[in-house]
T-cell receptor, first 111, second 111 residues
């Protein structure tokens, strides 16, 4: 079990470009979470899925953000168009056995 | 929604001494309280957790206590070592599997 795998680990993109972050969750989990971490706001929950269905997206900052989970082994978080204030670390986390496990994060810089 | 407060924001401790980090939560329905350690450039790693039916849990040098009446829980690290230096986050989860995080404590162990 390799844990939660995220890609890319680092991305630098220009303002206005589309960004897609990917997550491969832990095998056998039934929840998947997307978090964003910044110095100013700490760890914020953006959206989470249960059995591939979005349950709560109230943390998604605006319509430029969208997330999908087409199957149990893959999820994406998309930002279109990206803005400099989207620069942050984005974490995917899986839930198994009553515990949440985080990936290593995708470090996004929008210039 | 849940609100988690964490103190102190920074803590410096002499190597070998103990460190204590405290958190309070607002939602009396919360029943799961994990602690995460985050090292530079990495995702949060679960180090210990406690559920609401238990008052204390210990794992080697790390212990967590929970007071449900007062709605607070604490992390205790004894015999601190340089590798304990990191940012520590407390969190609380209710019945909806949503984790709400504290703002983090930067722990520095002074050799």
């Amino acid at each position: 079990d390799a844990g939660v795998i995220q890609s890319p680990r680092h991305e630098v993109t220009e303002m206005g470009q589309e960004v897609t972050l990917r997550c491969k969750p832990i095998s056998g989990h039934d929840y998947l979470f997307w978090y964003r971490q910044t110095m100013m706001r700490g760890l914020e929950l953006l959206i989470y899925f249960n059995n591939n269905v979005p349950i709560d997206d109230s943390g998604m900052p605006e319509d430029r953000f969208s997330a999908k989970m087409p199957n149990a082994s893959f999820s994406t978080l998309k930002i279109q168009p990206s803005e400099p204030r989207d620069s942050a670390v984005y974490f995917c986390a899986g839930y198994r056995g009553g515990t949440i496990y985080f990936g290593e994060g995708s470090w996004l810089t929008v210039v | 929604g849940e609100n988690v407060e964490q103190h102190p924001s920074t803590l410096s401790v002499q190597e070998g001494d103990s460190a204590v980090i405290k958190c309070t939560y607002s939602d009396s329905a919360s029943n799961y309280f994990p602690w995460y350690k985050q090292e530079l450039g990495k995702g949060p790693q679960l180090i210990i957790d406690i559920r609401s039916n238990v008052g204390e849990k210990k794992d080697q040098r790390i212990a967590v206590t929970l007071n449900k009446t007062a709605k607070h829980f604490s992390l205790h690290i004894t015999e601190t070592q340089p590798e304990d230096s990191a940012v520590y986050f407390c969190a609380a989860m209710g019945g909806n599997e949503k984790l709400t995080f504290g703002t983090g404590t930067r722990l520095t162990i002074i050799p």
